[in-house]
């Protein structure tokens, strides 16, 4: 059993920067796949972001790509998500999410096999 645990969330105006960490409490396989999603009220959930626990790959919705960061520590089993330039549409409560054999599709909220509690990001304009 994996236990994903976010923080980091806040207030902050337009054009500012968060950087948000989640801690995972099991070591993820070799294989996984760490991603970050977001819903905000009467949205669906929303891929964010995600990245191989090993390698060099990740992923990003063109709504982020490049103004976020996904990176992880691995001797931590802690991935973070660097958010810069933000904006009043990237408010929004963030998970976190683990799916343990990677499935081929980062995208999907099917993949994912852990979720964390979520963290609230509101960005005032």
């Known amino acids: 059993q994996v236990q994903l645990v976010e923080s980091g969330g806040g207030l902050v105006q337009a054009g500012g920067s968060l950087r948000l960490s989640c801690a995972a409490s099991?070591?993820?396989?070799?294989?996984?796949?760490m991603g970050w999603f977001r819903q905000a009220p009467g949205k669906e959930r929303e891929f964010v972001a995600g990245?191989?626990?090993?390698?060099?790959?990740?992923y990003y919705a063109d709504s982020v790509r490049g103004r976020f960061a996904i990176s992880r520590d691995n001797a931590k089993n802690t991935v973070y998500l660097q958010m810069n330039s933000l904006k009043p549409e990237d408010t929004a409560v963030y998970y976190c999410?683990?799916?343990?054999?990677?499935?081929?599709?980062?995208?999907?909220?099917?993949?994912?096999?852990?979720w964390g509690q979520g963290t609230q990001v509101t960005v005032s304009s």
């Open positions: 099991g070591r993820p396989f070799s294989s996984s796949l």
């Open positions: 999410a683990l799916d343990r054999f990677y499935s081929g599709t980062p995208g999907s909220v099917d993949a994912y096999d852990y």
């Open positions: 990245i191989r626990w090993t390698g060099d790959n990740s």
